[in-house]
């Protein structure tokens, strides 16, 4: 599309801000809404695959998300006593690096900035009040009291998407998967080179990811009642009793976490969106379209790849419309195999029965689906 379009991307994440980033960097109109009043609160730790290095290049913030992280290569597989069982070597996207952890505050730094740079706008502390689509253009009003008409509004709002609820009232809630993510953060231990995960009969995993070069998060995945929460006062001593069974260098990661504050839990849930990801000028991306378990790390890295291939699509196609159409062709089978794969790794390794479906997805396991993944988009 030739005339520059007038975007509002609603949410100031991983994905909406690398899709401000890249249609301001064509000479797009972009606003970004964020509800949170700054980025900083962001959780732990996050990990960057080849894939996502390849859209932090395409959008000139590939070395900035080096600089932060911690670059790695290899996948060491651990017994729960912490005797090496394998040295998997990580496959890469064309020049993109393997792999990087990167705390989460950092890669929201580097992201707002360049967003920033490029020419968007960031709104904060505000969202959607009020949205009319009348077909040629979408009316906004914000909770700030900004007010604008936009040729299209973009959802990167997350799991809990507020836009989801507009255009699909609840037919879209996040399914809770009957398991829990706890992770912390702690100092690097010197032979966490790459992320190390300990898995075995335990019906449990743990995992150590380098994020800088002094800091790593300890990260473990269990089986939790859903109105299960930690008790603030005892978090640090409730994962150490469950991770009580694992021994190695992910016990003695485990001896520094002293604090119980510093123990971040999340439930692990997911939501797909079975009917089209756009209606009319309005249209969903990242998890606010299809969140899946984290356990092929591809979350992020699926939200990213929504971002640049929309830019892409709005770029090259002749209207909104078509180019709607053609990232969803683009990116739908994509998403859904790492939301089907991803769950179904959650399954086997935590001893829940798969069905054969998800067992013929299991048979190309982790490495061949890095394999996959580091093909194009």
Sequence with gaps: MTPPLRVLVHGGGIGGLTLATALARSGHQVDVAELRDELE?????????????????????????????????????????????????????????????????????????????????????????????????????????????????????GIGSPLRGRLYGDAYTPEYTGFANWRVTLPRLPEVQGVVMSAGNLKAKALLTPITDDLMYLGSVFAEPEDFRPDPERAHEQLAERLAGFGGPIAEALAQVTDPAAVVYSRISQVTVEEPWHVGRVVLAGDAAHASTPHLAQGAAMAVEDALVLAQSLDSAEDVAAALTAWEERRRPRAMWVQALSRAVLKQETGTPTTPEEDELLKIGIPGAAHVLVKPY
């Design 41 to 157: 609160a962001l959780g732990v730790g996050i990990i960057q695959p080849s894939n996502a290095l390849h859209v932090m290049r395409e959008i000139g913030v590939l070395d900035a998300c080096l600089e932060a992280g911690f670059e790695w290569e290899v996948l060491t597989i651990c017994d729960p006593a912490g005797a090496t069982l394998a040295k998997i070597p990580q496959p890469r996207m064309d020049d993109a690096p393997s792999n990087n952890g990167i705390p989460r505050p950092a890669l929201a730094k580097v992201l707002s900035a360049a967003a920033t740079a490029a020419g968007a706008t960031v709104r904060f502390g505000t969202t959607i009040a009020e949205l009319a689509d009348d077909g040629e253009g979408v009316d906004v009003t914000l909770s700030d009291g900004h007010s604008g008409r936009y040729d299209l509004v973009v959802g990167f709002d």
